[in-house]
């Protein structure tokens, strides 16, 4: 049947930062959803788990690959830098989604092989609450 879409294409989860830019240079992004749960087990269940309906503690991580490149230098310098803290980005989704969260850059990485391009990895977690907006599709 033509135009049925059977899936989305990957290039097309973007990191923007608050003026609509792509954190440039990304080739691979992997995306957690922390949904920590609350235990509320007693005796009464003999023996099976009971969890509370909702979660103790949400967060969200992206774990990005990209290409060192001159549009994503000032995510590169604040990785670097000791004294950045958070950093607005919004998660854009294919299907016409978004997840937008002050994020903390974590573990951060720079590959630097002769003759290759520089490449860089980096996590980037959740701060406070994320706002998950719903696209129109």
């Known amino acids: 049947m033509p135009g049925t879409i059977n899936g989305y294409i ?4 973007v990191l923007k930062d608050t003026e609509g ?13 922390n949904r920590e749960e609350i235990d509320v087990t007693t005796n009464d269940e003999d023996g099976f788990r009971t969890l509370l ?14 290409i060192v490149r001159p549009g994503n230098l000032d995510l590169l310098r604040e990785a670097f830098n000791p004294n950045t803290s958070l ?13 937008t969260a002050d994020w903390f850059i974590g573990n951060f990485e720079l590959g630097a092989e002769t003759q ?12 406070g609450i994320v706002e998950y907006t719903e696209g129109a599709s």
């Open 116 to 127: 290759e391009a520089v490449t860089f990895s980096g996590t980037f977690m959740s701060s």
């Open 87 to 99: 950093t607005k980005y919004t998660l854009e989704f294919p299907w016409g989604d978004e997840a």
């Open 21 to 33: 830019n792509a954190v440039a240079g990304l080739n691979a992004t992997n995306i957690t959803v």
């Open 10 to 13: 990957a290039r097309e989860i």
């Open 53 to 66: 309906g909702e979660a103790g503690q949400l967060g969200w991580e992206i774990s990005a690959e990209g």
